[in-house]
Structure formats: C-alpha cells, structure tokens
Nanobody
Framework: QVQLVESGGGLVQPGGSLRLSCAASGRIFSINAMGWYRQAPGKERELVAA???????NYADSVKGRFTISRDNAKNTVYLQMNSLKPEDTAVYYC????????????????WGQGTQVTVSS
C-alpha cells in the first residue's frame, strides 16, 4: 500500500519561514504530479502548489513569490518552502500525489496525506 506522510508544520510568527516535507512510501512504481493543498477553518480545500515529475510548477496567486515547491524523485519526497508567512496562510496543509503502484497499471491513483497544521501568529 501507499502512504504519504507530511512533516514540518508548526507555529511561526508573521514574516517567518517553514519547510514542509511529504514522503511517499509503500508499493511505488512511479509518481506523477505531486502537490500541496491547504484548508483553513470554514473554507474549502485549495491548491497551493504543484509540481510534475519533470519539474514544472504552478502556484496559487496568493503564494507566488513566497512559496517554493520542489521534489526529490530518488526519495519520493516533495517539499514546500514557505517564506514571508502571513496569518492568512494558517491552515492544515495536505500533500497530494498521483502514484502508479505497478508498471502494468497505467492509470495512477490519487493519494492524500493526513495533513499538518501551519499556524502563523504573533
């Protein structure tokens, strides 16, 4: 089976930085797109940033210039470097990935991590 495990959340002051990590483990043949979503209380889950297996990225307008997504394909890990954090970045951050578990299954399956809390407050 496949698991996504996030780490790196916490409490940070406005203007501070955090780095989130998400490691995929289990039966993995290949990983296509990976991404980070977030959900604040009372709001819908939204895409923060995504990265393809080839390294192409896209970001929500609200985080452009402040957040950077990257991945280490050898470690099946995706990262989110968050700088210049604002109180409105407070949310539970979820890792997401499209993963093929075996070579004979051509369509990837979508997986979610359990989420990690990020709180930006003075």
């Amino acid at each position: 089976q496949v698991q996504l495990v996030e780490s790196g959340g916490g409490l940070v002051q406005p203007g501070g930085s955090l780095r989130l990590s998400c490691a995929a483990s289990g039966r993995i043949f290949s990983i296509n797109a990976m991404g980070w979503y977030r959900q604040a209380p009372g709001k819908e889950r939204e895409l923060v940033a995504a990265i393809t297996s080839g390294g192409s990225t896209n970001y929500a307008d609200s985080v452009k210039g402040r957040f950077t997504i990257s991945r280490d394909n050898a470690k099946n890990t995706v990262y989110l470097q968050m700088n210049s954090l604002k109180p409105e970045d407070t949310a539970v951050y979820y890792c997401n990935a499209d993963i093929r578990s075996t070579y004979w299954i051509s369509n990837p399956r979508n997986y979610w991590g359990q989420g990690t809390q990020v709180t930006v407050s003075s």
